[in-house]
């Protein structure tokens, strides 16, 4: 459980540097377990930078990730200098692809070739690649890749089988876009209608075909004019062939 009550006082950061000097994990670990992502990106940035590379070590794979993207961008500037490209590597695998071409940007040009060159999952290194590719004031540097979508010729079994795999990278379900064997985005699907369906029907029978979406190319503020307008939590991102390559969320 989080403690989001708490309060990081001038005695608790003199006891993670005791624990530090002592090489006790453990007993950092303990401390900070309660604490919210947000928090240990503070504490980071009010020690030392070798004993902020002490405290983050310690963090497993996935909490780790969480706390670089809760950093101050010049606080994570300098801990990326501090970093490896294989201990930079290992936390773009865990982040969603939008957090991760971000961060990625913040580092020069050459360490990012030997991050993306370390990067384990390979279509998480491509994702990456491929965002950074867009200017940063368009739909395509802000939206992410992590999405779930399913096929207008899938049964709603398969569907359902499908919609669980790809779950597994997707940290908020927001909505679930229907695509054609070409991969463009024909419509929604709503989770209701799934649910009521028969085993053997077709997505195509059921999904709803009015969609709205935006260019990758298009501005951050067309991008969020419209999803102010629309009242919208995500819209689908297409590039210039109407295919589905992303979503933007109402949190970036």
């Known amino acids: 459980k989080v403690d989001l009550q708490f309060k990081i006082t001038k005695e608790f950061i003199e ?6 000097s002592n090489n006790n994990g453990d007993g950092i670990l303990n401390a900070i377990k309660i604490l919210h992502e947000a928090d240990i990106a503070e504490i980071l940035d009010l ?3 070798d004993e902020a590379k002490f405290i983050f070590r310690l963090l497993d794979e996935e909490k780790a990730s969480e706390v670089l993207v809760e950093l101050e961008e ?25 957090d991760a071409a971000d961060i990625m940007a913040e580092m020069p040009e050459e360490k990012q070739e030997e991050v993306i060159s370390q990067i384990e999952d390979p279509q998480q290194a491509i994702d990456i690649a491929s965002l950074m590719q867009y200017d940063e004031d368009t739909a395509g540097a802000i939206m992410g890749t992590e999405l779930i979508f399913v096929n207008e010729n899938w049964t709603t079994d398969q569907c359902i089988t499908e919609m669980r795999e790809q779950a597994i990278n ?11 064997n070409d991969k463009k985005l024909v419509g929604m699907l709503s989770l209701k209608s799934l649910l ?9 029978d059921i999904f709803i075909k009015e969609v ?41």
Request: proline residues 1%; hydrophobic residues 45%; aromatic residues 8%.
């Open 15 to 20: 006891e993670i540097q005791e624990f530090v």
């Open 47 to 49: 020690v030392s930078m």
């Open 74 to 98: 010049d606080v994570r500037i300098k801990f990326l200098e501090a970093l490896s490209a294989k201990e930079i590597a290992e936390q773009m695998d865990n982040m969603d692809s939008d």
């Open 170 to 180: 997707v940290q908020y379900i927001y909505t679930v876009y229907v695509v054609d």
């Open 196 to 204: 009521f369906a028969s085993e053997n029907s077709l997505i195509k």
């Open 212 to 252: 709205r979406s935006t260019n990758a190319n298009e501005t951050i503020e067309e991008v969020a004019t419209m999803m102010k307008k629309y009242d919208f939590v995500a819209l689908p991102v297409l590039n210039d062939e109407g295919i589905l390559i992303g979503r933007i969320t109402i949190d970036e």
